[in-house]
């Protein structure tokens, strides 16, 4: 009888929580959001506009692409104290990690009150429907801080065999063919030959001989420094590993004996940054690799600068020049090694959307975010609305994307560029059954999945990854928060600094190894085989 009592308070108690918050009344709501760098913001985004009319709210965005981590980290420091507070963080790359850091400290609040069929009445037919999604966004101490995205999008889709996520192979690296056609060069297959290809862009100044641009514009690689789909990691192949993001806690190495690693301390990732070290001192690599933004990139490459890059797809990155483009292969090192490390993806992530406690009205804003998860409504967020990625509708009621060659006509951009433009980031679940219910996968995402399948995976030895949705104990979420940022500042600063000045000197190795050991790397290591462990057993 105690036992029924005190259920029947447990229940009281949520929906009175509910309907305190709801009696709050509020309407407007801040919210500070991610977003692509080449959108132009959210105020008159059409799909977001409806829904909120729908919701019956009105968000005032504070969007942010460059200097997004330092904007977030100051504004949720003093949230707490602002006249101004947020109310909701919207895809700013919240970690589980970081979730269980807010939302034990109160700084976020439980959902789980709120995904109900009152609330949340499409979230939660999800959840039922995928159960795995569930236990993805549910943090060890039984709570949910953040909203789940995910894209089911795989090789499966496109009728292959194995089913690998778009998102396995994040860099694609490409060269301008047309300058290695002009100057009678062959294709390069080594990272030596990559090297003698690039001399001769320069030494040529292609911008200028062939694009007719000023002279001395010839940039023969450009990339970023680290960074998920347009760093240098992924010439790293040659050395037998590619460590995608400079977010080295997240980029582990998983073994055919589910062995998890750091490649930062390795053999092979001494002799990179040893051997790019001569490239960047002749000029080869962008001088401004470490500090420029994507737009920087973009321009670069779309004026008809740069010779070797790497991005999502050409067509993006090139712009009016991506014709005179083909991707590079995987480019065998010094010593013949070459391997691809795909990185995890499909998984569910929560950490696209979470609410602050400074919130009067979780429910109302829950509410807008409901709509986010319905099929044509998520469809036009992560791709732009009907009638302008959207073109038509076939016998089965499915909608058709626009092709390249209508995007450039009506917008005069491609249509990844198009899709970049209208796309708003954030908790979009894109759910494998969308593509049978509501749209066809674009014609781009499709030759993209080809391409991993037929193409990049030929150069992949080992298929194993770390998940993203393990889930972390207080505990090791603590010794986590103590040594991850150090540990990480570490890793980009000898990285950035080796490139930059060459080296190490054995001396030097040794002492830089000693130091990430101080920095709590095998601390770290123990901690992400355990939970990879765990996974495996719950798995």
């Known amino acids: 009888m105690k036992k029924l009592l005190s259920l029947a308070l447990v229940a009281m108690m949520i929906l009175s929580v509910v309907s305190f918050a709801s009696a709050e009344g509020q309407t407007e709501f801040n919210v500070l959001s991610g977003i692509s760098a080449l959108s132009g913001g959210y105020d008159n985004n059409p799909v977001l506009n409806t829904m909120m009319e729908q919701a019956g709210i009105k968000i005032v965005w504070d969007t942010w692409s460059d200097s997004l981590g330092e904007v977030v980290g100051t504004r949720i420091s003093g949230n707490a104290a602002s006249k101004n507070p947020i109310d909701a963080f919207q895809a700013v790359g919240f970690s ?31 959840l039922e429907k995928h159960p795995e999604i569930k236990a993805a966004i549910t943090m060890s101490d039984g709570k949910i801080y953040g909203l789940p995205a995910g894209e089911q999008m ?13 998102f396995a192979v994040p860099q694609f690296s490409m060269i301008n063919k047309a300058w290695l056609d002009d100057l009678g060069l062959a294709m390069p297959t080594t990272l030596d030959e990559l090297h003698d290809v690039l001399k001769a862009f320069k030494d040529n100044d292609m911008s200028a001989k062939y694009y007719g641009n000023a002279a001395g514009t010839t940039i023969p690689m450009s990339t970023g ?4 789909c347009w760093g240098q990691n992924v010439f790293y192949a040659g050395f037998g590993f590619t460590n995608w993001p400079n977010d080295v806690c997240m980029d582990l190495v998983v073994d055919k004996d589910n062995k998890v690693n750091f490649v930062s301390d390795d053999d092979g990732y001494r002799a990179a940054v040893t051997y790019f070290h001569d ?17 920087q990139l973009i321009s670069k490459c779309q004026n008809g600068y740069v010779g070797v890059s790497t991005w999502w797809e050409i067509n993006e990155i090139m712009g009016p020049h991506a014709a005179d483009y083909v991707y590079l292969p995987i480019l065998n090192g010094p010593d013949g090694t070459s391997n691809v490390t795909l990185r995890t993806g499909g998984a569910t992530n929560a950490g696209q959307l979470s609410i602050t406690a400074q919130c009067k009205d979780p429910a109302a804003l829950l509410r807008f975010y409901d709509l986010w998860y319905n099929g044509e409504n998520t469809m036009q967020l992560q791709y732009g609305p009907i009638g302008v990625y959207f073109t038509e509708q076939d016998e089965k009621g499915m909608w058709k994307s626009i092709t390249d060659e209508e995007s450039r006509a009506k917008y005069n951009k491609s249509a990844g560029e198009l899709k970049a433009q209208s796309e708003v980031q954030g908790p979009k679940l894109i759910l494998s059954e969308y593509y049978n219910e509501y749209f066809y996968m674009e014609d781009r995402a ?12 030929q150069f992949v030895k080992d298929d194993s990854v770390y998940p993203l949705d393990c889930v972390f104990t207080e505990a090791e979420l603590d010794d986590i928060d103590y040594y991850r940022g150090d540990f990480e500042r570490a890793v980009a600063e000898y990285e950035a600094k080796w490139i930059k000045e060459g080296g190490p000197t054995d001396e030097e190795w040794n002492a830089y190894k000693a130091f990430l050991d101080r920095c709590g790397m095998s601390t770290l290591l123990d901690i992400y085989q355990s939970v990879y462990d765990r996974y495996l057993a719950a798995k």
């Open 446 to 457: 499709m030759e993209r999945l080809a391409d991993i399948y037929d193409y990049w995976m």
């Open 154 to 166: 795989g090789t499966a889709g496109i009728g292959r065999e194995k089913d690998y996520s778009i």
């Open 96 to 126: 589980n990690f970081d979730l269980m850091r807010y939302g034990s400290a109160g700084t976020f609040i439980d959902l789980t009150p709120y995904i109900t069929p009152e609330v949340m009445p499409n979230l939660t037919a999800i």
């Open 225 to 228: 420094f680290d960074q998920w």
């Open 279 to 295: 490239w960047y001192a002749e000029g080869l690599m962008d001088l401004e690799m470490f500090s420029q933004d994507t737009n």
